[in-house]
């Protein structure tokens, strides 16, 4: 009996947790079906989105990397100024419209696909028997929590892109302003650390901020305050948070730069395929928050409990 509540309140790991979600996830056929469903609106959008962002990939690599022949004084004096005048207006409106799209139609539609998987899954993760097709579409969803889910959804949006334009911000500002220096090794050594350190506080907060969102829809808390018992559930599960999360980013990645390197936006084709199986692993990465936020809830409220408890029997001794 000791063994087994020693075992009980040791917290989930990382393969522990992938474990438990891909078999909501797998088990339930109706679920993957459900997924796929829900995700079409995600897909169709997102297949516009990639190729804009690819030709946007490929027409900045093509102005930042300038040509390294006949190099002079006045070349490395007017290389920011050079690279600069590059980026015309045609660059600036495709550039604004791909934000738009991201900002604007994507978003939406992945909050809408994301409460959705979440609340879905937690009904399936707490119930023994399987759902069929049917009924998963009839089960209502708590239209009162959308409001305030997406209040919480905008918080996100605003903590997550500003990070993002951060890591941007270090390699532009590398490749425009100074891969055409003295000591440009010293600076790139600088830089790489920099965008580390930035990448691996934005993969911990992503934790913390998707946990955000699966709080305000499971539990009917919002905005700060939703982000606020995030940061309290995951104070001891950082590292656990950053791992997940990495899994994720690294696939997101992997997927968009062989796509890239393959020129995939030109043959239409190879943009299908790597939002395809996007949109084939993002309703898991919402079942892993899930089951994340309730190893964190519960092993928080674990602690609690035993310190109280602990609290009590001084008292009483």
Not at 13 to 38: H, K, M
Not at 280 to 287: A, S
């Amino acid at each position: 009996m000791e063994s087994e509540s020693n075992k009980s309140k040791q917290k989930l790991e990382v393969p522990d947790i992938l474990r438990e979600s891909v078999v909501i996830y797998f088990r339930n056929l109706n679920f993957i079906i459900f997924s796929f469903l829900t995700s079409l609106p995600l897909f169709c959008t997102m297949v516009y989105f990639e190729i804009y962002l690819q030709e946007i990939l490929v027409e900045t690599s093509n102005i930042v990397n300038l040509p390294h022949d006949h190099f002079t004084d006045y070349f490395y004096s007017t290389w920011p100024d050079l690279t600069i005048r590059r980026f015309n207006k045609d660059y600036f409106l495709k550039l604004i419209l791909t934000g738009f799209i991201y900002m604007v139609p994507l978003y939406v539609l992945e909050f809408l696909s994301a409460i959705v998987t979440i609340d879905l899954a937690s009904k399936l993760h707490s119930k023994e028997k399987k759902m069929t097709l049917k009924e998963m579409f009839e089960t209502p969803f708590d239209l009162s929590k959308l409001k305030g889910s997406f209040v919480t959804s905008i918080y996100v949006l605003f903590l997550t892109t500003t990070h993002q334009l951060g890591l941007l911000w270090i390699v532009l500002n590398y490749h425009v302003f100074l891969k055409g220096l003295s000591f440009s090794v010293l600076f790139l050594v600088i830089c790489c650390v920099a965008f580390a350190k930035i990448l691996r506080m934005y993969l911990e907060w992503s934790a913390m901020w998707n946990m955000s969102l699966v709080i305000s829809v499971l539990e009917g808390i919002y905005g700060i305050d939703a982000l606020v018992v995030s940061a309290y559930f995951s104070r001891s599960c950082l590292r656990r948070g950053l791992f997940l999360m990495l899994i994720f980013f690294a696939w997101g990645h992997i997927l968009r730069l062989s796509c890239y390197h393959i020129g995939g936006y030109e043959q239409g084709n190879g943009i299908f395929v790597q939002v395809g199986l996007f949109c084939t692993v993002n309703p898991l990465k919402w079942v892993v928050c899930m089951i994340y936020f309730n190893d964190c809830k519960e092993r928080k409220l674990e602690k609690k409990t035993d310190e109280e408890s602990g609290k009590e029997a001084k008292n009483d001794s």
